[in-house]
């Protein structure tokens, strides 16, 4: 499903990042320079989410919040310049579901619509839902957002650290070679030591400790996972 989002903002260069953005990610955008444009939308084509300036001409992004509130619990994401907490309070009050303030990163932008996406609003079906979330024993990775988990505490990793892990985590007990490791996560165009695996298996280590990436001496690496 194509997620429809209705952007309400009055700066032409926010408009254009935050649109690409969320279009690269495969969401329908309606952008409006005002909360009076919003709410025609509203009335004709509802979007599933809004991302709402406060900032705004005429009616304001507060208004326009609370306004929409006593229509409908849609998700709410609030974007401001304005970072005092009594702001983010009250935007949360009037019925954001988040407040992110400006200057922002368009991928932490994307990330918490997704989020807020997958709390707010059903999975088509149960199938999908396990399809983007994969569990094995104490880690968890959710692909979509390319997100690791380990004994509850999410992890910042590196793409090749978050490769290794989800090859890994899909073939459980499954012994690689440092060939084979090579060969799926450097890709067939790298030239250089298989020492490169180890190094990345080190820092995993390092970073989750006690996670059972174990070492098949002679040969390589696996992640092994504890018996029914």
């Not at 955008?29 to 705004?56: C, Q, R």
């Not at 306004?67 to 935007?91: M, N, W, Y």
């Not at 019925?95 to 707010?120: C, H, I, M, N, Q």
């Amino acid at each position: 499903m194509n997620y429809h989002i209705g952007l309400v903002e009055d700066d032409a260069n926010i408009q254009n990042i935050v649109s690409a953005y969320l279009k690269k990610e495969g969401y329908e955008v309606t952008i409006m320079d005002s909360a009076e444009k919003g709410w025609e939308l509203w009335e004709n084509d509802p979007p599933d989410m809004w991302i709402l300036d406060i900032m705004l001409p005429g009616m304001d992004g507060y208004e326009f919040c609370k306004k929409l509130r006593t229509k409908s619990d849609v998700p709410i994401i609030i974007i401001s310049a304005k970072d005092d907490e009594i702001d983010k309070i009250l935007g949360l009050e009037l019925g954001g579901d988040d407040y992110l303030t400006k200057p922002f990163s368009p991928r932490e932008l994307v990330a918490r619509v997704k989020r807020l996406f997958r709390r707010t609003l059903p999975k088509q079906n149960l199938q999908e839902e396990e399809t983007d979330r994969l569990k094995v024993d104490h880690l968890l990775i959710y692909r979509e957002d390319r997100r690791i988990f380990f004994q509850g505490e999410e992890y910042e990793v590196t793409s090749k650290e978050y490769d290794m892990l989800l090859l890994f985590a899909e073939n459980p007990n499954r012994a690689f070679s440092r060939e084979e490791l090579l060969l799926k996560i450097w890709g067939n165009d790298y030239f250089g030591s298989d020492r490169a695996v180890d190094d990345l298996v080190k820092r995993i280590r390092k970073k989750m400790d006690n996670i059972p990436l174990e070492t098949v001496w002679g040969y390589g690496y696996r992640l092994r996972k504890e018996e029914e």
